[in-house]
T-cell receptor, first 116, second 109 residues
């Protein structure tokens, strides 16, 4: 149980285009999903917290208009990187916390974004 | 604010025991988790401590001392496949997880 999927696993796009990444909890209801970004050899940096049915909460320094997050259902959250630039190239990882749980989050396999 | 500290790198040989320490400073502490991440992969959950003491899961054990704001991950009978990065993460009441900088473990034959 507690499986989280992400799609796509890898994406290469041209500068200026938008990319959508999906995060799904496959066998549980996730009231909260988190989006992280990880640069090579660095730790995971929380970008935003996505709560089902409400607006996402962004961490300081993360542009809301550039990283659009939608959590339309208890099993799906999407991250859209708008007008992507090479500096947005990174490993994007989502995680999901099960309804009622506070101590464990389950990670998706990650999405490797390369912006040319 | 909050901060976590871990050693950046640890090296050990197969069959050995290694301990990765984590110290933290945070308000509203709820628990300490440990995650393993292989190169190119996503973090996988290893263990969680909310109370003081030792939690054992197979070859891995995790310890927490809330009064010292300190925890560690203990890996026994090291195997080559244990070479990875290990992150401690603090969860706080009603708030999000904060990850430590990570410790890169290299297991030598």
């Amino acid at each position: 149980g507690a499986v989280v999927s992400q799609h796509p696993s890898r994406v290469i796009c041209k500068s200026g285009t938008s990319v959508k990444i999906e995060c799904r909890s496959l066998d549980f209801q996730a009231t909260t999903m988190f989006w992280y970004r990880q640069f090579p050899k660095q730790s995971l940096m929380l970008m935003a917290t996505s709560n089902e049915g409400s607006k996402a909460t962004y961490e300081q320094g993360v542009e809301k208009d550039k990283f659009l997050i939608n959590h339309a259902s208890l099993t799906l959250s999407t991250l859209t990187v708008t007008s992507a630039h090479p500096e947005d190239s990174s490993f994007y990882i989502c995680s999901a916390r099960e309804r009622g749980a506070t101590d464990t989050q389950y990670f998706g396999p990650g999405t490797r974004l390369t912006v040319l | 604010g909050q901060s976590l500290e871990q050693p950046s790198e640890v090296t050990a040989v197969e069959g050995a025991i290694v301990q990765i320490n984590c110290t933290y400073q945070t308000s509203g502490f709820y628990g300490l988790s440990w995650y393993q991440q292989h190169d190119g992969g996503a973090p996988t959950f290893l263990s969680y401590n909310a109370l003081d003491g030792l939690e054992e899961t197979g070859r891995f054990s995790s310890f927490l001392s809330r009064s010292d704001s300190y925890g560690y991950l203990l890996l026994q009978e090291l195997q080559m496949k244990d070479s990875a990065s290990y992150f401690c993460a603090v969860s706080r009441y009603g708030q999000n997880f904060v990850f430590g900088p990570g410790t890169r473990l290299s297991v030598l034959p």
